[in-house]
């Protein structure tokens, strides 16, 4: 029988003791916390019994359950995530058709406040919800029974929390973000397009830590990910102080690294910390490899924040 505490799973997995305090270390910095709180942090995560999570996706392009399952450092994040124990996914799920309805029931069925949920994509409301049906059922009746009965729901990406590209203008499905279709359900948005993985994992963390989700902003975003201007961490904030700025792409600005405001980009405009954490094993991120940041965990970019370039 699998082990059913963080503790017993890293014994087995043989994560030195130095590498787990680092890695809470890390998630106390992402966190904006004193490094004096990791201990607290370690001793959650070592004693609390695994979270049940069940993901559901509605209209999206599965964008931000690739960007968790390509989180890979530090590589101690991956053995975190597995503390969770991923009831239902329809994306990674061995199981499929009724056998995959199933799980979803059996979670359910242990009753309110035993799960997270996790909801990536948006949901459409027109038609009564007849664009997005999964096992028959529209996803608002599924998104509306999960997350009721929640014990906090993740909106995972743009789509989720605010409706994202699904919901631009004319938004012939009456796509819309988790809370507009749930108000009573405790949500807490993480947009961007997709995700970035080690806010999903922070904010989990945060959770079994403190017994409650973290602090956020009037639009439902913790404020540890997206309390920031991306512009005030950008590092071709210099460039833009000095006046120096790309005109064309490809011209001499944009192959020095100048500033790309001229180009679209909206990083004065916009809150997150993508400047800090990065993409992809913490290589790089938009702005840095030459393009422009379009704003993506703001709600309604795709309208109001083009034209992009």
């Not at 070592?46 to 979270?51: F, I, L």
């Not at 028959?136 to 997350?147: A, K, L």
């Amino acid at each position: 029988m699998a082990a059913d505490d963080p503790l017993s799973l890293l014994q087995e997995r043989k994560v030195s003791r130095r590498d787990f305090l680092k890695y809470c270390s890390t998630m106390a910095a992402l966190l904006g916390l004193s490094p004096s709180l990791a201990p607290k942090i370690a001793r959650a995560l070592e004693t609390k019994k695994k979270p049940v999570l069940v993901w559901i996706e509605g209209q999206s392009c599965t964008g931000d359950t690739e960007a968790l399952m390509r989180a890979t450092k530090p590589a101690v994040q991956e053995l975190i995530l597995d503390v969770l124990s991923l009831d239902y996914s329809e994306a990674i799920m061995a199981a499929a058709g009724k056998e995959a309805e199933k799980s979803l029931a059996d979670v359910l069925r242990r009753g309110k406040g035993s799960y997270f949920a996790a909801v990536e994509g948006s949901i459409p409301l027109n038609e009564n919800g007849t664009y997005c049906c999964i096992g028959g059922r529209s996803f608002v009746d599924i998104v509306r029974e999960v997350c009721g009965g929640a014990v906090a729901t993740f909106a995972m990406g743009t789509c989720a929390a605010y409706g994202g590209i699904p919901k631009a203008n004319p938004n012939p499905t009456g796509a819309v973000g988790v809370h507009a279709a749930v108000p009573s359900a405790t949500v807490l948005n993480l947009p961007g397009c997709p995700v970035n993985a080690e806010n999903i994992t922070a904010a989990i963390v945060h959770y079994l830590t403190f017994g409650g989700l973290p602090p956020v902003d009037a639009l439902g975003r913790p404020l540890f990910a997206y309390g920031k201007l991306i512009h005030d961490n950008c590092e071709r904030r210099a460039h833009f102080e000095a006046g120096r700025y790309a005109r064309q792409w490809g011209d001499e600005g944009h192959r020095l690294g100048w500033c790309l405001y001229y180009m679209g980009c909206k990083g004065p405009l916009a809150y997150s910390n993508c400047p800090v954490v990065k993409f992809n094993e913490r290589t790089s991120w938009p702005v840095q490899s030459g393009h422009g940041c379009v704003a993506c965990g703001a709600p309604d970019f795709w309208d109001e924040m083009t034209p992009f370039y």
